[in-house]
């Protein structure tokens, strides 16, 4: 098995892999052409972004955007991203339909073990992440490996998400809970 393919069945696996590594310098190098282009050029920073995700994509990512292959962030129509967002999508990210990110948000499926030996030795694990539709990241939001977040959830400035968060819900905090029931949508 590579070491791509532990990486996307969530299996502990070497990111310095040469194969995953020159995947990173891609979408690296698409990021960079992506956050150095006018915004006055709509069509080809379309055109990049559609190249970085490996499909054709209406999202709007404003600059800087990072993230580190691209392919695994599987968006919905109507995605958008403000500045400074980062998404290490080392495992699959599903993201429904009219999700918006305020700025700084990291959505982060990338984890590394907790035994300082086994970390020492480059191993590091991914775990998928899934995101509704309808959602509203606020400024600063910090989603961890491993969570679904359901649809209709909008979570506040600052919070960590590191569990599963239901549908219709407002939440804040670290770790982000539930404080508040949205009416779903009719």
């Not at 070491?3 to 299996?11: A, F, I, V, Y």
Request: aromatic content about 6%; overall charge negative.
């Amino acid at each position: 098995m590579t070491e791509k393919e532990k990486m996307l069945s969530g299996l502990m696996y070497q990111a310095w892999d040469a194969e995953l590594l020159a995947e990173r310098q891609k979408a690296k190098e698409l990021c960079h052409q992506l956050n150095h282009l006018s915004p006055s050029q709509p069509e080809t920073r379309q055109a990049l972004i559609s190249e970085l995700l490996g499909q054709e994509s209406d999202a709007c990512l404003e600059s800087p955007f990072n993230c580190d292959y691209g392919y695994n962030i599987k968006a919905g129509k109507g995605f958008y991203t403000n500045h400074g967002c980062t998404i290490l999508d080392c495992a699959p990210i599903h993201i429904g339909d009219n999700c918006l990110l305020a700025p700084g948000v990291v959505i982060a499926t990338a984890g590394h073990p907790l035994d300082p030996v086994e970390r020492a030795s480059g191993e590091e694990f991914a775990k998928s992440i899934t995101i509704g539709n309808d959602v509203w990241f606020g400024a600063n939001v910090t989603v961890c490996p491993g969570v679904t977040i359901g649809d209709n959830v909008v979570v506040g400035a600052g919070s960590v998400v590191n569990k599963d968060l239901p549908s219709n819900t407002v939440c804040v905090g670290s770790p982000a809970k539930p404080i508040k029931e949205i009416p779903p949508k009719q």
